[in-house]
């Protein structure tokens, strides 16, 4: 599986937009990119993924860069309850399509 | 609610005494899968399910076991618990396979095993 290389943490404050950044330089051209993110005593809950365009949802953004080697969660308005763990996933064609192989993520800090 | 049930949440059982973690969703979804937590090493995948009767080995499948028999549930199975098995488990679902499909998670089930 093609990896992905995230911060270990960041920290906003309270109403302002953060940007997640990922690295994975060495995505195929079938890969999906994926966002999940763990509340502290949660399961990971899926956040938004795409392909190779923009893709919006009500709870965030994703821009994907024109060569897919890196991507970018964004909150619009982070809130107390963002603060989690955000893991970039890639998912790939074949058997195992569905496996989700979970690095150990951003910790986000919101802070007042 | 669309959700995926888990029970129990936390469980501290003894080495060798057989245990099983109940899943179920209820949103016909095909496929279905278990993955642990532990810290410094992320979700690992455990067993996964395709469809109703059809069941694969994860990454870390030792000591484990699983079945299918309906499409709801996908209960995990520990013959002979084991400390290395103190674990939290999650259980997730997906519509079905395939690499662009959401996966919705289990709150969780933490075990102990001493």
């Known amino acids: 599986d093609a990896k992905t290389t995230q911060p270990n943490s960041m920290e906003s404050n309270e109403e302002e937009p953060v940007h997640l950044p990922c690295n994975h330089s060495?995505?195929?051209?079938?890969?999906?990119i994926h966002w999940y993110r763990q509340l502290p005593s949660q399961g990971p809950e899926y956040v938004i993924h795409?392909?190779?365009s923009n893709v919006n949802n009500r709870m965030a953004s994703l821009a994907i860069a024109e060569d897919r080697k890196s991507s970018t969660l964004i909150l619009h308005r982070a809130t107390l309850r963002d603060a989690a763990v955000y893991y970039c996933?890639?998912?790939?064609?074949?058997?195992?399509?569905?496996?989700?192989?979970f690095g150990t993520g951003t910790r986000l800090q919101v802070t007042l | 609610e669309a959700q995926v049930t888990q029970n129990p949440r936390y469980l501290i059982t003894v080495t060798g005494k057989k245990l099983t973690v109940t899943c179920s969703q209820n949103?016909?979804?095909?496929?279905m899968s278990w993955y642990r937590q532990d810290p410094g090493l992320g979700l690992r995948q455990i067993y996964y399910?395709?469809?109703?009767?059809?069941?694969d080995k994860g990454d870390v499948p030792e000591g484990y076991k699983v079945s299918r028999k309906e499409k709801r549930n996908f209960p995990l199975i520990l013959e002979s618990p084991s400390p290395n098995q103190t674990s939290l488990y999650f259980c997730?679902?997906?519509?079905?396979?395939?690499?662009?499909?959401?996966?919705?998670f289990g709150d969780g089930t933490r075990l102990s095993i001493l």
């Open positions: 997730a679902s997906s519509y079905r396979q395939g690499y662009g499909q959401p996966q919705h």
């Open positions: 060495t995505i195929s051209g079938t890969d999906y």
């Open positions: 795409g392909l190779t």
């Open positions: 996933i890639l998912s790939s064609r074949g058997g195992t399509a569905s496996k989700l192989t």
């Open positions: 949103m016909n979804h095909e496929y």
């Open positions: 399910s395709m469809n109703v009767e059809v069941t």
